[in-house]
Each structure stands twice: as structure tokens, then as C-alpha cells.
């Protein structure tokens, strides 16, 4: 006979289910027992599990801004395109300045990115 007889659906963002799975991982706990042991009140006492824990997320939140931030270049690159395609050689100049300057921006984030996994590795 089943102890726990009430079914509860939750949605969560990508965000919430990325900390979720990768949370219970590393207790060793299904994800069901995770959000149990939550709602009991239990806690996680190593405060450098903690900081690591925050560390993974600021990492994972720069990863996905680098990936969208990549993705609106190559679309960029393809408006650029086709407005030479289509005659509008200065806006396809304007944009051009423009993916030039993302693009820089994405190297930097880029080289922060590893500038905190290398600071984490040498810890």
C-alpha cells in the first residue's frame, strides 16, 4: 500500500528545473525526495556546498546569455545579408557595426566565463 497517495504537478522554468536536478544529484536524493526533504525543513549546513552551488548558477546564467547572445549574431549576420542582397547597403553597414561590437562583447563574457572556472579550479 502506497504511503503517499496525493499527486502534485508543479511547472517550473528551465532555470528551476536545471537547480532542481542538479541539487538532488548531488545529495543523492530522486528529485521527489529532494522537494520532500525541502518542505520539511531540511537544509543544506555546508556552506561550501552552498557558495559552490552559487557559483554553478552564475555560471550557468552567463552560459545561456553567451548562447542567446550568439544566437542573435547569426541572425544579425543573416538580416546583413539579406539587406546586401537587397540593395540597402547602409543599413547593412549599420548592422554590420553593430554584430561587430556584439561580437566583442561576447569574447569578453567569454573570457570572464573562464576567468571564474579557472579561479574555482585554482581554489
Aim: aromatic share 8%; glycine share 2%.
Amino acid at each position: 500500500m502506497r504511503v503517499r497517495n496525493n499527486k502534485v504537478n508543479v511547472f517550473l522554468s528551465d532555470d528551476e528545473k536545471f537547480i532542481l536536478k542538479r541539487d538532488s544529484l548531488k545529495l543523492n536524493l530522486s528529485q521527489s525526495e529532494y522537494i520532500r526533504n525541502l518542505i520539511i525543513g531540511y537544509e543544506v549546513k555546508n556552506s561550501k556546498i552552498k557558495e559552490e552551488i552559487k557559483t554553478n548558477i552564475d555560471k550557468y546564467i552567463i552560459e545561456k546569455a553567451l548562447k542567446t547572445l550568439e544566437e542573435n549574431i547569426n541572425c544579425l549576420i543573416k538580416v546583413k545579408n539579406k539587406f546586401h542582397y537587397l540593395g540597402y547597403f547602409e543599413n547593412e553597414h549599420a548592422i554590420g557595426t553593430k554584430i561587430e561590437s556584439l561580437k566583442i562583447q561576447n569574447s569578453e563574457i567569454k573570457e570572464y566565463l573562464s576567468s571564474i572556472t579557472n579561479n574555482k579550479d585554482n581554489a
